[in-house]
């Protein structure tokens, strides 16, 4: 009688612990991975690497604005650096 239940509970356990594995494929589009910055074609524009910074910096957006003076003072600076290079 004993071996009967044992082998009962066995089976139930084994019946219970049997479980169909699901594989889940979730559609994601292969995307072109760079191992440096140098590597892209798609650089940012120098509102959009202002805005980016501001951002980042403060955590709160940048007003027009205070941006269109950010991106005149980064071209303006970049302009200057450039000269300097140019003397030297």
Same mark, same amino acid.
């Given at each position: 009688?004993?071996?009967?239940?044992?082998? $009962?509970?066995?089976?139930?356990?084994?019946?219970? /612990?049997?479980?169909k594995e699901y594989r889940y494929?979730?559609?994601?589009?292969?995307?072109?991975?760079?191992?440096?910055?140098?590597?892209?074609?798609?650089?940012?524009?120098?509102?959009?690497?202002?805005? $980016?910074?501001?951002?980042?910096?403060?955590?709160? /957006?940048?007003?027009?604005?205070?941006?269109?003076?950010?991106?005149?003072?980064?071209?303006?600076? /970049?302009?200057?650096?450039?000269?300097?290079?140019?003397?030297?």
């Amino acid at each position: 009688m004993k071996k009967f239940i044992f082998s $009962i509970i066995f089976l139930a356990v084994l019946a219970m /612990s049997c479980k169909k594995e699901y594989r889940y494929i979730y559609d994601v589009g292969s995307e072109v991975v760079y191992e440096s910055s140098a590597e892209k074609d798609k650089q940012k524009s120098s509102s959009q690497f202002v805005s $980016i910074l501001y951002s980042n910096l403060f955590r709160t /957006s940048v007003s027009q604005q205070e941006l269109n003076e950010l991106t005149e003072l980064r071209q303006s600076l /970049s302009a200057i650096k450039v000269k300097a290079q140019s003397l030297f």
